[in-house]
């Protein structure tokens, strides 16, 4: 009977609550609220209804009513599966997982043999990565349902422990750990229970951590590896044989798998190196010649260069598969001659003039774009005279001269490759400009006849085949801007990228290198437009950020950067918060071997310095766009794990084909690591400026009794920041080199360091901190110092605008008068916080405080020196407005038949600059009136 | 010639030279998570030997009964390497796991403008088992083709007798 009663009632509440869901689901928070209260007159005792309104409270923005409700509910100690859940959702939009925990503790308590309840209990933990609770909560979940997944959430917990938890800093405990995970797994294999995939492969991860190889061999090649269905076993145990350095198994293994498929790369370059190994082996034995010069059999070790030799030709005979000309043994050779030279080892006996592989290789496979990829780091193995030699060995296999154009689109492609291989070689550098000249025109007039030939019919979704000349065009291009140190190609190559852009409009290589274009020039609109239309989302918000988002802030856009900012700051926090649900995912379908990845992943999300940098960026523009000191009352905190902070960015989405990038990839080159520092210290400069300005809030909002400590802790953070800076300057870092289109703009740390932040705001804090302390000496003093800096900015910036006469100069001048007016918009505000201090307070007695009058005057003095600073700025802008930069290039245009006259571009690098001075301007009239409240 | 590896997330931060082609969707990093999660044998990535990401395959396997098949949610190759079989290998390889795990078929949708494709999937032996209604959303939303190959447990060739009718995307499941 009761139960019946309780499925009744079950059904009914679900019935009332389902327009609740149903509102929460469409948004309409309103009408779940209405909707809660009246469920929850006519059955005050539904505790769901009181956590769908404690999530609907929260949503509304209600958050302190939320917590009202959720604390009365906890008391309760639901049970039931609706209510948990809403809780759960509630706590975590609260960013409060951790009561997850204490809310399913307390019911698994009250219903200690609910399966879904522990399940929950565990998860809860999983979410907070509490290793050890989590080993427990599973244990105690096997014990009375036992399931082997259970039994191995608990191992999983254990080795997470070893290499994440108490284990990661105590090599001791690890083991200890590590073993008894191990010992869990024995035990389950020996009463014959370890029956899916997922558990010998945690079984595998467990022996891999503690290095038993041996062992894990053994796993493979026995009954249990006929559980890996999923895995190629003689493929998985190479790894292991490699630790073990059991090169000849090695050898025999990959032999046989490459003469199944010879396209297998990670196997060729086992099998390469393993013949290697074995030669060094048997040199350091001293052992007898005993192979026979070049016999390699299937079933034999190959250990002599010889054998790889002749094993690779018998694969390049055994031909094509697939109908595809395979190009893997031919790599292979390259791959063999590397190694042997790396050794020290003879290689042309064998394998003959390296350039001539070159040659062979493209004669094969130079009408493959690829092709430049397969050879570029194979390119170190020639010198820089060989190199040179291939160049022009490879341009003259493809019969293209100046003369003639290509006949087929084949050998259109082929001309393509030996031209980007040539470049690789370093054929481009140190050529005088009317060289670079003669190879733009060259270049653009092959791509609009390859267009005219082959890119007709093309979809608009296709890149056009001949689009490739017409990037080398603009590389070159960029090369010639450096010579000429003059902006006119960097337009003209902009011009060249429109026009390539209206033919194939999806080729993302030309977008990118515009949006690189545009902002050299200080073009922030048209890098928005080709931004735009890359169609930028998600995750490549963050691995993409540097080109366009990371700009913004030094174009003076402050619309657009606001709005790239809450896009991006929104993509962070929702992830970070969602990421732990692929955590509980691994466990539900055993993918033990995620998780550490997914850990992995979720700290390299949260500590990109591109978010770190955002978050500091949006806090500055808050206080350079507020219109008023209440907009500043929340505060945002803002502590990045300095050390931990990841460079997230793909740089190799810019296609390079300058010589540098034949040894390294761009992220791992000298100039990325140190300007990945310069942009540390930058945020750090930055991060301690956001800090002082905050505490300084914080002194206003404190009443007088902690005044004190808020003043102390004030100066200690402007002594901190001054030190720090002091220390940066020490190091004179050096703006990292423009001369590759494929890398970076400069660091915001030098234009940083240009500007006197530390002079003015310095100076105002403690100007502020000295009238707090009734300093009337250093008041003086300071504000003397603060009125000298202030009109040496304005004239500092005036020149500075004056002086710019071309392109490349209106961005490096723009990123510094969005500097100084953030410098002002700021002053402005400590400037409100001293006059805040110093108005005169009606006391209760009727009687003026005559203390803090006194530095009133000071205060004033200060704020009429800010306001004219602001009115001469405003003046300096507005002529700026006009600035001529404009130059002729019809000519050059003509030259490379483009039929336009480039005013696009123009347009769209002048309507920037217009923009950006409009919003500086507007900026710093807010904040005039601002603070023309205070007189 | 292919490093063929699993998906791994740091992947998502190297595929740009993939996904910015404009018929290669960028998802949601949960979308990518769930698959990584509960499919990790079939999120593949083909690495070129410069270390280059050429092309991925996403997939699952699922369904009940003589339904129980794998799915191929996304390949894609990036312009540089195609014509070099590349698709067809990993489309081999999701093929050779749907058969290890017994399923009845291998299926997948495509647009039926996308010609290319279709007849790629033709070449590799699947056939137009249905025409699914507006099943992609845009202006206008476009039809796709449900292909399919059976696999060797459908020793009858069931799964791939095609439907003489169109389906409505809530049809299918």
């Not at chain 1, 490739?468 to 960097?490: C, F, K, M």
């Not at chain 1, 005169?840 to 530095?855: L, T």
């Not at chain 2, 799964?159 to 809530?170: A, G």
Request: with cysteine; proline share 3%.
């Amino acid at each position: 009977m009761s139960s019946k009663n309780h499925v009744q009632d079950n059904s009914v509440a679900e019935r009332r609550l389902r327009p609740i869901y149903e509102w929460l689901d469409s948004g309409n928070n309103k009408k779940s609220l209405q909707e809660c209260e009246k469920v929850l007159k006519k059955t005050p005792n539904l505790l769901c209804a009181k956590a769908l309104k404690a999530l609907t409270l929260l949503r509304i923005g209600k958050e302190s009513e939320s917590i009202m409700v959720l604390d009365s509910l906890t008391e309760e100690k639901p049970t039931d599966e609706a209510t948990l859940q809403a809780m759960t959702l509630c706590c975590r939009e609260l960013q409060q997982v951790e009561r997850i925990c204490k809310i399913y503790e307390t019911a698994v308590k009250l219903d200690p043999t609910n399966e879904e309840l522990h399940t929950h209990l565990f998860m809860s933990y999983v979410r907070i990565c509490d290793f050890k609770s989590q080993q427990k909560a599973a244990m105690s979940l096997y014990k009375f349902k036992p399931k082997n997944p259970y039994y191995c959430w608990a191992v999983m917990s254990i080795v997470l422990q070893a290499s994440r938890g108490e284990g990661k800093s105590d090599p001791k405990k690890k083991q200890l750990l590590l073993s008894l995970a191990e010992r869990m797994m024995d035990k389950l294999i020996v009463e014959n229970k370890m029956d899916a995939e997922q558990q010998v492969q945690l079984y595998i991860m467990i022996l891999e951590q503690q290095e038993k190889y041996k062992e894990i061999l053994q796993v493979l090649d026995g009954s249990l590896g006929a559980k890996l269905s999923c895995t190629d076993i003689s493929q998985a145990k190479i790894p292991y044989l490699k630790m073990l350095q059991k090169w000849n198994d090695v050898n025999l293994i990959s032999k046989k798998i490459l003469a199944k498929s010879v396209d297998k790369w990670n196997i060729w370059k086992d099998y390469i190196n393993s013949v290697i190994e074995i030669i060094s082996d048997n040199k350091n034995i001293n052992s007898t010649d005993n192979h026979d010069l070049g016999d390699s059999d299937i079933e034999t070790v190959d250990d002599s260069p010889e054998k790889a030799h002749e094993f690779i030709c018998r694969l390049v005979e055994n031909g094509a598969d697939n109908g595809f000309l395979l190009r893997g043994p031919y790599l292979a050779r390259f791959e063999l001659c590397l190694k042997l030279s790396e050794k020290n080892m003879d290689t042309f006996e064998l394998l003959g003039d390296v350039t001539e592989l070159f040659v062979e290789y493209f004669r094969k496979f130079g009408h493959k774009p690829c092709c430049v990829t397969d050879l570029r780091s194979y390119l170190k193995l020639l010198n820089e005279e060989k190199k040179a030699d291939l160049s022009t060995r490879l341009l003259k296999d493809v019969g293209i001269s100046a003369t003639n154009i290509p006949k087929s689109e084949q050998q259109m492609q082929r001309h393509i490759c030996a031209l980007q291989l040539s470049r690789l070689c370093g054929s481009h550098r140190r050529l005088p400009d009317f060289h670079l000249k003669a190879l733009v025109t060259a270049f653009s007039l092959h791509y609009q006849h390859g267009y005219q030939s082959y890119g007709n019919l093309l979809l608009s979704t296709d890149l056009g085949p001949s689009d490739p000349y017409g990037l080398l065009a603009v590389h070159v291009l960029y090369d010639l801007a450096r010579v000429q140190n003059s902006p006119e190609p960097i337009v003209v190559a902009l011009v060249l990228l429109e026009c390539l852009l209206k033919n194939s409009p999806s080729n993302f290589h030309a977008k990118l290198l515009a949006v690189r274009l545009y902002h050299t020039v200080g073009g922030g609109i048209g890098a928005q437009n080709m931004y735009n239309s890359l169609e930028i989302k998600h995750l490549q918000l963050d691995s993409l950020g540097y080109i366009h988002c990371s700009r913004l802030p030094t174009t003076g856009l402050i619309g657009l950067a606001t709005t790239f900012y809450d896009a991006t700051l929104k993509f962070f926090a929702s992830n970070y918060k969602d990421s732990s649900d692929h955590l509980t995912s691994s466990y539900k379908f055993g993918s033990f071997a995620k998780l550490d990845e997914f850990m992995d992943f979720r700290e390299k999300l949260n500590n990109s310095i591109h978010y770190a940098t955002v978050t500091v960026d949006r806090i500055m523009l808050t206080f350079m766009c507020c219109l008023n000191m209440e907009a500043l009352m929340y505060s945002v905190e803002v502590v990045p794990k300095w050390d931990l902070l990841r460079n997230n960015n793909d740089l190799n989405v810019y296609v390079s084909w300058d010589p540098e990038r034949i040894n390294t990839p761009p992220e791992e080159s000298l100039e990325i690591k140190n300007l990945f520092q310069q942009d540390i210290d930058f945020l750090k400069l930055r991060t301690q400026v956001v800090w002082c300005i905050t505490a300084a809030l914080d002194l206003i909002k404190s009443t007088d009794g902690v005044r004190e400590n808020h003043i102390q802790r004030l100066g200690k953070l402007i002594e901190d920041w001054k030190i720090f800076e002091d220390i940066i300057r020490e190091k004179k870092h050096e703006p990292i080199n423009q001369d590759r289109i494929t890398l970076p703009l400069p660091s915001r740390l030098h234009s940083f360091l240009d500007c006197a932040y530390q002079d003015i705001l310095g100076n105002l804090l403690r100007f502020l901190i000295a009238i707090v302390q009734e300093d009337s000496v250093q008041r003086k003093e300071l504000a003397i110092k603060i009125k000298t800096d202030l009109s040496k900015l304005t004239e500092n910036v005036e020149c500075i605008m004056k002086g710019t006469s071309d392109f490349l100069q209106l961005r490096t001048t723009m990123e510094y008068v969005v500097n100084n007016v953030e410098i002002i918009c700021i002053s402005c505000i400590i400037c409100n916080i001293c006059h805040d201090l110093v108005k005169p307070i009606q006391s209760k007695k009727g009687k003026k405080n005559p203390v803090e009058s006194k530095g009133r005057d000071t205060v004033i003095d200060v704020i009429d020196c800010l306001k004219t600073t602001i009115i001469k700025f405003v003046t300096s802008l507005h002529l700026w407005q006009a600035v001529s930069t404009r130059t002729d290039i019809e000519v050059e245009l003509e030259c490379l038949n483009l039929n336009n006259n480039g005013n696009s571009v123009f347009q769209n690098i002048l309507s920037s600059h217009v923009q950006a001075v409009n919003e500086l301007q507007s900026v710093l009239n807010t904040k005039l009136k601002l603070i023309n409240v205070n007189s | 010639m292919t490093t063929l590896r699993p998906f791994t997330c740091d992947d998502m931060y190297k595929f740009n030279n993939v996904n910015l082609d404009p018929l290669t969707e960028t998802y949601g990093l949960s979308f990518y998570m769930q698959y990584l999660a509960h499919w990790p044998e079939y999120f593949q990535v083909a690495e070129s030997p410069s270390g280059e990401i050429m092309g991925y395959i996403m997939g699952k396997a699922e369904g009940i009964a003589e339904n129980w098949h794998g799915h191929v949610t996304a390949l894609t190759v990036s312009p540089d390497y195609r014509r070099l079989g590349l698709a067809a290998s990993l489309m081999n390889f999701l093929e050779d796991i749907s058969e290890k795990k017994r399923c009845y078929f291998v299926d997948l949708f495509v647009r039926v403008s996308n010609k290319v494709a279709i007849n790629m999937y033709t070449n590799l032996g699947y056939i137009v088992y249905r025409t699914v209604l507006e099943y992609y959303s845009g202006d206008p939303d476009e039809d796709a083709y449900d292909m399919r190959k059976a696999c060797s447990r459908d020793v009858k060739q069931e799964s791939v007798i095609p439907l003489t009718h169109p389906v409505r995307p809530e049809e299918v499941e």
